[in-house]
C-alpha cells in the first residue's frame, strides 16, 4: 500500500487567521481526501513556524483540523489575526518530531508554502526518501507582475524552479495552469514533469436561507482579495457612473467581500472616500460561511471582472447555489463555469453596465443564464481526490 506524507505546513502557519484563504481551503479539503482515499497510510508533515521540519502527530493534526474548521464556519466576524500568547498552545502541540521521517513512498504539497526554498526542500526529500506530487494553483506573479506584490514575480519563479527541479509529477487546478507551467518550465531549457489537470472541487457552503436586504432592492456580489487583478475597478466606476446618472431608487446595491490586499490604493479611495458610492456600496472585509452563503442565495448575480485567474472557485460556489455569475473572458473562468455564465471582456464597462442592469430586473439575459445552469454541473472534490489519489499512487510506483 502507498505510504503518504500530505505537508502541512501551509495550515499551520495560519494558526492566528480567522477566515481561510483559498489555497487554505484547498490545503484542508486535501487532509479530508486523503484521509478517505489512504486511511492510516497517510501521515502529516510541516515546516513549522520555528523552521523545524519533521512529523506531526496524527492525534494532533486532526484535532487541529478540526479545531480550524470550527473557527472558519463562525469566526467571520472577528477581524486581524489572533494574539501569539492565544495560539502559542497550538505551537506546540504541533511541532514536528523526526521519528517516522523517512518511512514514505510519496510526499504531496498542496500549498507554495516554502517551496521558494529549493535546497530545503530537496534536502526534505531527501531525508523523506520518496517521489514529490505537488498541487500549482497559478502563475499570476511570473505571467503579471504587475498585479503581484513588488517581488512576487521573483519569489514565484523560485516556487516553479523548485517544482521544476524537483517533482515527479505535478497536479493542476485547470488546464489554463497546466498550460502555463508547461510553458514556462520549457522556457527554462528543461523537460516538464507529468502535468495532470484536476479542477478544484466546490465548496459545500451552509444550507441558509436568501439574504432579504432591508431596502428590498437588488444586489450584486464581488468576491475576493480587494486587488487590481481583481478588476474592482471597473466596476466600482461602474456604479459611481450610475450613481451620477440614474435615479437613486434604481440603483441596485454592491456588496463588496474581501480582505483588503495590496497595491490597490485607487481601488481603497473609491471605497472610503467617495461620496457617490457611499448609499449603494457596502465592503464586508470577513464573514462566516453562514452569512456568505446567504448573500450568495440571495444575490442577483456573482461579478468576477478579473484580468487574470488560475481557477475560478466563486464561479463554481455561486453556480453551485443557484446564483448566477457574470465574468471576464478567460479560460480558468470557462473551465470553472462552462457554458452557464455570461462571460464579458473586462474593459468593456458598457457591456458591464448593460448586464448588470437585465440582471437587475431579471432581463432576459439573467432568464436565459438561469435556463443554461439547468444543465451545469458543480465540480466535485471527490472526482479530483480520485484523480489526485491516481497520480499518487502511480508516482509511487
Same mark, same amino acid.
Given at each position: 500500500?502507498?505510504?503518504?506524507?500530505?505537508?502541512?505546513?501551509?495550515?499551520?502557519?495560519?494558526?492566528?487567521?480567522?477566515?481561510?484563504?483559498?489555497?487554505?481551503?484547498?490545503?484542508?479539503?486535501?487532509?479530508?481526501?486523503?484521509? /478517505?482515499?489512504?486511511?492510516?497510510?497517510?501521515?502529516?508533515?510541516?515546516?513549522?513556524?520555528?523552521?523545524?521540519?519533521?512529523?506531526?502527530?496524527?492525534?494532533?493534526?486532526?484535532?487541529?483540523?478540526?479545531?480550524?474548521?470550527?473557527?472558519?464556519?463562525?469566526?467571520?466576524?472577528?477581524?486581524?489575526?489572533?494574539?501569539?500568547?492565544?495560539?502559542?498552545?497550538?505551537?506546540?502541540?504541533?511541532?514536528?518530531?523526526?521519528?517516522?521521517?523517512?518511512?514514505?513512498?510519496?510526499?504531496?504539497?498542496?500549498?507554495?508554502?516554502?517551496?521558494?526554498? &529549493?535546497?530545503?526542500?530537496?534536502?526534505?526529500?531527501?531525508?523523506?526518501?520518496?517521489?514529490?506530487?505537488?498541487?500549482?494553483?497559478?502563475?499570476?506573479?511570473?505571467?503579471?507582475?504587475?498585479?503581484?506584490?513588488?517581488?512576487?514575480?521573483?519569489?514565484?519563479?523560485?516556487?516553479? &524552479?523548485?517544482?521544476?527541479?524537483?517533482?515527479?509529477?505535478?497536479?493542476?487546478?485547470?488546464? /489554463?495552469?497546466?498550460?502555463?507551467?508547461?510553458?514556462?518550465?520549457?522556457?527554462?531549457?528543461?523537460?516538464?514533469?507529468?502535468?495532470?489537470?484536476?479542477?478544484?472541487?466546490?465548496?459545500?457552503?451552509?444550507? &441558509?436561507?436568501?439574504?432579504?436586504?432591508?431596502?428590498?432592492?437588488?444586489?450584486?456580489?464581488?468576491?475576493?482579495?480587494?486587488?487590481?487583478?481583481?478588476?474592482?475597478?471597473?466596476?466600482?466606476?461602474?456604479?459611481?457612473?450610475?450613481?451620477?446618472?440614474?435615479?437613486?431608487?434604481?440603483?441596485?446595491?454592491?456588496?463588496?467581500?474581501?480582505?483588503?490586499?495590496?497595491?490597490?490604493?485607487?481601488?481603497?479611495?473609491?471605497?472610503?472616500?467617495?461620496?457617490?458610492?457611499?448609499?449603494?456600496?457596502?465592503?464586508?472585509?470577513?464573514?462566516?460561511?453562514?452569512?456568505?452563503?446567504?448573500?450568495?442565495?440571495?444575490?442577483?448575480?456573482?461579478?468576477?471582472?478579473?484580468?487574470?485567474?488560475?481557477?475560478?472557485?466563486?464561479?463554481?460556489?455561486?453556480?453551485?447555489?443557484?446564483?448566477?455569475?457574470?465574468?471576464?473572458?478567460?479560460?480558468?473562468?470557462?473551465?470553472?463555469?462552462?457554458?452557464?455564465?455570461?462571460?464579458?471582456?473586462?474593459?468593456?464597462?458598457?457591456?458591464?453596465?448593460?448586464?448588470?442592469?437585465?440582471?437587475?430586473?431579471?432581463?432576459?439575459?439573467?432568464?436565459?443564464?438561469?435556463?443554461?445552469?439547468?444543465?451545469?454541473?458543480?465540480?466535485?472534490?471527490?472526482?479530483?481526490?480520485?484523480?489526485?489519489?491516481?497520480?499518487? &499512487?502511480?508516482?509511487?510506483?
Amino acid at each position: 500500500m502507498t505510504r503518504v506524507v500530505l505537508d502541512i505546513s501551509r495550515l499551520i502557519s495560519r494558526v492566528r487567521h480567522s477566515r481561510p484563504s483559498g489555497v487554505d481551503r484547498v490545503e484542508m479539503a486535501y487532509c479530508r481526501g486523503l484521509l /478517505a482515499e489512504f486511511g492510516d497510510n497517510l501521515a502529516f508533515s510541516a515546516v513549522h513556524p520555528t523552521g523545524r521540519y519533521g512529523r506531526i502527530d496524527r492525534n494532533v493534526a486532526l484535532d487541529y483540523l478540526d479545531h480550524l474548521e470550527e473557527r472558519w464556519a463562525h469566526q467571520g466576524d472577528i477581524g486581524g489575526q489572533r494574539s501569539i500568547p492565544a495560539v502559542l498552545p497550538w505551537m506546540r502541540r504541533l511541532m514536528p518530531v523526526r521519528k517516522g521521517v523517512g518511512a514514505a513512498n510519496v510526499v504531496v504539497q498542496v500549498s507554495p508554502h516554502h517551496l521558494d526554498q &529549493t535546497e530545503k526542500k530537496r534536502e526534505i526529500l531527501a531525508r523523506e526518501r520518496g517521489k514529490f506530487v505537488c498541487l500549482v494553483h497559478d502563475l499570476i506573479p511570473i505571467e503579471y507582475p504587475e498585479y503581484a506584490r513588488p517581488g512576487g514575480r521573483r519569489l514565484h519563479e523560485a516556487r516553479m &524552479t523548485t517544482v521544476a527541479e524537483l517533482a515527479d509529477a505535478v497536479i493542476v487546478n485547470s488546464a /489554463a495552469t497546466g498550460a502555463s507551467l508547461s510553458n514556462w518550465i520549457e522556457a527554462q531549457g528543461k523537460a516538464p514533469p507529468p502535468i495532470n489537470v484536476a479542477l478544484l472541487g466546490t465548496q459545500e457552503l451552509p444550507v &441558509t436561507p436568501a439574504l432579504e436586504p432591508d431596502d428590498e432592492k437588488p444586489y450584486f456580489l464581488c468576491l475576493g482579495t480587494i486587488e487590481p487583478r481583481k478588476n474592482h475597478l471597473l466596476i466600482l466606476h461602474l456604479w459611481r457612473s450610475m450613481a451620477q446618472t440614474m435615479p437613486a431608487e434604481e440603483i441596485p446595491n454592491l456588496v463588496v467581500i474581501g480582505r483588503r490586499g495590496w497595491e490597490n490604493e485607487q481601488i481603497v479611495d473609491l471605497l472610503d472616500r467617495s461620496p457617490a458610492l457611499a448609499p449603494f456600496v457596502k465592503e464586508i472585509n470577513s464573514c462566516g460561511d453562514d452569512e456568505l452563503a446567504g448573500m450568495l442565495r440571495g444575490a442577483s448575480a456573482l461579478l468576477m471582472p478579473s484580468f487574470a485567474e488560475g481557477y475560478g472557485m466563486p464561479i463554481a460556489e455561486a453556480l453551485a447555489l443557484g446564483t448566477p455569475v457574470l465574468a471576464s473572458d478567460l479560460a480558468a473562468h470557462w473551465e470553472a463555469g462552462g457554458n452557464a455564465p455570461d462571460y464579458l471582456d473586462p474593459l468593456d464597462g458598457p457591456a458591464w453596465r448593460a448586464a448588470v442592469l437585465d440582471y437587475a430586473k431579471e432581463g432576459a439575459m439573467r432568464s436565459a443564464q438561469v435556463e443554461r445552469m439547468r444543465d451545469w454541473h458543480a465540480p466535485d472534490w471527490s472526482d479530483h481526490m480520485k484523480i489526485a489519489a491516481e497520480v499518487i &499512487t502511480r508516482t509511487a510506483s
